[in-house]
């Protein structure tokens, strides 16, 4: 069974600083990967994925993350933090066990950026 | 934009009473999927549908149903109304093949009081 273990609940950084939001995932088979956001009493917009082409994969909003299979990491960067980054950050993992591609998500880490 | 429509967007409601949370899409995906999310709990997938007169349910033990009649359309209903169904409620859908991503509604918040 797939699953997907986020680490530490909240981030807290100063505007400028390097943001890094940490997504650890579990399958059995090659998974593929997501990196959401979701605003305040909004729903979840996406931010980038990984389907096993390049492993350092781009997204919008200067985003990025590095897929590593040796440590099961998908780890979510970015170089400096605008205020407006503020928000709840998903990690989901989904692959072909136990049905057709069915995303899991993990719990999810709020980052909080001081001016 | 995500062409995914949720609504009611807030719902307060009495114990007892039979709600029906309404989810439409407009990109003819062929899966759908209900998630309940609770602050710093992460998001449990309760239903999800392959396509049309598919439901499925998913990980987390709901009293709720759902129907797929039509492709564009994945009701959610809860029979009667408990104070333990007070949630999020997230309706998504995404294409059939494995690295598509999920599209997201803007989300029911349900109280049941």
């Known amino acids: 069974a797939q699953s997907v273990t986020q680490l530490g609940s909240h981030v807290s950084v100063s505007e400028g600083a390097l943001v890094l939001l940490r997504c650890n995932y579990s399958s059995s088979v090659p998974p593929y990967l997501f990196w959401y956001v979701q605003y305040p009493n909004q729903g979840l917009q996406l931010l980038l994925k990984y389907t096993s082409a390049a492993t350092l994969v781009k997204g919008i909003n200067g985003f990025e993350a590095e897929f590593k299979k040796s440590e099961t990491s998908f780890h979510l960067t970015k170089p400096s933090a605008h205020m407006s980054d503020a928000a709840e950050y998903l990690c989901a993992v989904s692959d072909s066990s136990g049905g057709s591609y069915i995303p899991t998500f993990g719990r999810g880490t709020s980052l909080i950026v001081h001016p | 934009e995500a062409d995914i429509y949720q609504t009611p967007r807030y719902l307060v409601i009495g114990t007892g009473k039979k709600i029906t949370l309404e989810c439409s899409q407009t990109?003819?995906?062929?899966?759908m999927y209900w998630y309940q999310q609770d602050p710093g709990m992460e998001l449990h997938l309760i239903h999800y549908s392959y396509g049309v007169n598919s439901t499925e349910k998913g990980d987390l033990s709901s009293e709720s149903t759902v129907s797929r009649i039509r492709t564009e359309h994945f009701p959610l209903t809860l029979e009667s109304a408990r104070p333990s169904h007070t949630s999020q409620y997230l309706c998504?859908?995404?294409?059939?093949?494995?690295?598509?991503?999920?599209?997201f509604g803007q989300g029911t918040r349900l109280t049941v009081v």
């Open positions: 990109m003819g995906h062929d899966k």
């Open positions: 998504a859908s995404s294409e059939w093949k494995g690295n598509a991503e999920a599209f």
